[in-house]
């Protein structure tokens, strides 16, 4: 366990630099306010110790974090108080928007979310396993498949819409509070009541943030248990005479829980993750409500607080999966860990010293930071021209290859064939937005805010749109008017509009349309937002970011991984060890609050267009890892090969092996990982644009309509269903992807039977 404290340094260090680098910092509203002088500004900014360099304030938190403690990091006026080395206790600093301590603050939120938190993974393994089991036991049966279907939609169903749903069904039946940890009536109530109140308002939190990880774990205990049970030692045992229920129970239970029981220590930490978007969907004041709104304020002695508490769950997470580990496998024996690794250490302690002296250097010599800025830019363009190179080539490769080897088995299989169609079609409709929607995604008509979805019939011997008047402004109800109605007309011509069909070809004609002379005639397929825009058009438009962003990033991930991850497995040595380092210490950052940091530090004022790239960079900087590390082990085994070592014999260079021999064995793979892994960076655009970090209005992202849908109380109170159709996209969506790389990944496995 020791090894994690440098890898804690590490990331909190790197946490603290991204809020360093952010524009501005907490007194920026104090300091474009016209009621505070610059002269208390001053004063403040010197208090809160930012006017000193970032690597000086991190010392001064670390300080303060640690129980043994030195006065050279401590400001002038308090060094004379103390001794050189001290002891103290731990202290995580004062809490600049709440005006108190941190410790204190974090201690009113930590425990909602580690009750949530504890509630869920009780959840998540009391029902997944004995589901797996089942499942595995009744293979191909009717529970097989029917756990299958649900559990590939509980993994396609977003957090944030999930949360959205649970509150949109206890406001209509009342069954369940509709947020908060407590009633109003909490105080008075008797202890028994008090309990059932905490229980009655945790139930809904609970269930949604537990339906990904028992979908999740329940296919990872079917697939252990299906492997052991063709084990040798099961069919030893089965041939000693054994009953079947000792064998299943005694041998292959036993061994396919070790891999559920190690995925607990990362299993607990990354609840914390998905409690902040449930938190705030769900106004439950837990720990991650307090990280996120700390985030956007840029209290970062908060922000820092929860960045260790996170990495305290995830250690204290795989202390327990340890213990449990060896109460369930006997041959496993806990041993005293003699000393932190230096594969660990090694990174987190050369970036912050090279941070450092990279800060020291700008400050103190200008020029330096002047070279160092056009140097860096000149390198950054270097190296997005080689990686697009890479990336169209890597593209064009896969293409081939999927449609020669895998697409002919894919539809060969109905879940496959379905999948891909529903793909093509939201691909296409994305492609063809501007065709396809009747109006601009910016487009308001303000009378008819909330409009319900426009009712068409067969009239006549036409199509016609019904009419409708507004009845009640104040809730936005609207009635349909007798015996008003609007011809539906296809491939009307549009003056105004000026797209291009593919970026190329100049249109003015939409596919359908009403023909009215009235100015504001409208035909709402799925209803209108608050401010009277076209549903249906928004979610074409936004079809064309949610969608498109799953495949630039994964590109980039899958380019990266293999680079990154085949050199490590083929040289080995120096650079296989600080590849891996530097591999092992993304993947144990908490992601969420990374990339909520990320996106605060670096396009706090971007554009639509500037964010979809930033979003992009960032969901491919924190993707790669996991695929380089697989690559590896795989790059290592075929470094073995005779025929790898018989390209070395020829002379051949390190490339060419590596694109020539590496690349081909390890491509199905890329497909199945980069199939499943579209998914995540769906979700990761989504999860931003919906806490108001991603997509800005007014464009369009699926993620930025279900945010609108969860801000404007109307839609949740007064059922405005079609305001989280959005929702429903990238479920369908995440779910054929699913499905499709769940197929390719069968197609690609070389044990399956």
Known sequence: MLSMVPLMLGISALVFLLMYLSPGDFLSEARNSKDISPEIVKQEEIRLGLDKPWYVQYGRWLNSVSPVKTNLLLPESERGKHSLVYFGSPDFGYSWSYKIPVTELVGQRIFPTLLLALASTFLIYAVSIPLGVLAAVKRDGFFDKLSAFLAYAALSIPYFFLALLAVLFAAVTGLFPTGGQVSILHDFLSPAGKVWDWVEHLILPTLVLSVGGIASMMRVMRGNFLDYSRAEFVTTARAKGMGENAIMFKHVLRNALNPVITSFGFAFAGLLSG???????????????????????????????????????????????????????????????????????????????????????????????????????????????????????????????????????????????????????????????????????????????????????????????????????????????????????????????????????????????????????????????????????????????????????????MVLGFLVGGLAGYFGGAFDFIAMRFVEFLMAIPSLYLLLAMRSALAPHFDSAQMYIMIVIILSALGWAGTARVIRGMSLSLANTQYVQAAKAMGESPVKIIVKHFLPNVLSYLIVAATLSIPAYVLGEAALSFLGLGIQEPSASWGLMLAQAQNDTKVLMLGFWWMLIPGIAIFATVLCFNILGDILRDIADPKKD
Not at 400 to 408: A, R
Request: hydrophobic share 50%.
């Open 275 to 557: 409690a902040l978007l449930v938190e705030n969907v769900m106004n439950y004041p837990g720990l991650g409500q307090l990280i996120y709104a700390a985030i956007i304020k840029q209290d970062q002695y908060v922000v820092m607080a929860g960045v260790v508490i996170g990495c305290a769950m995830l250690v204290v997470g795989q202390l327990l999966a340890d213990i449990l580990l060896a109460l369930a496998d006997p041959r496993i024996r806990l041993e005293r860990e003699k000393a932190p690794t230096k594969a660990i250490a090694i990174f987190p302690a050369s970036a912050a010293l090279a941070a450092a002296a990279l800060t020291w250097a700008s400050e103190t010599y200008p020029a330096f930071l002047e070279f160092l800025k056009s140097a860096s830019f000149a390198v950054l363009i270097a190296a997005a021209a080689v990686l697009c190179v890479l990336l169209v080539a890597g593209l064009g490769w896969a293409a081939v290859f999927f449609c020669k080897n895998l697409l002919p088995q894919t539809l060969r299989s109905p879940r496959g064939a379905t999948a891909l169609a529903v793909l093509a079609v939201l691909y296409a409709a994305a492609i063809l937005a501007p065709f396809l929607a009747p109006y601009e995604p910016t487009e308001q008509c303000l009378d008819k805010s909330f409009h319900p979805p426009s009712a068409i019939f067969f009239k006549d011997g036409s199509l016609r749109v019904q009419c409708y008047r507004q009845s009640d402004p104040s809730i936005a109800k609207y009635e349909p008017i007798e015996g008003e109605s609007l011809p539906l007309k296809f491939f009307v011509r549009d003056e105004d509009s000026n797209y291009k069909i593919l970026g190329l070809i100049p249109f003015k004609t939409r596919l359908f349309g009403v023909e009215s002379s009235q100015p504001d005639a409208r035909v709402y397929l799925l209803g209108a937002d608050s401010t009277g825009r076209d549903v249906f058009s928004r979610l074409l438009y936004g079809a064309r970011v949610s969608l498109s962003i799953g495949f630039v990033g994964i590109a980039i991930t």
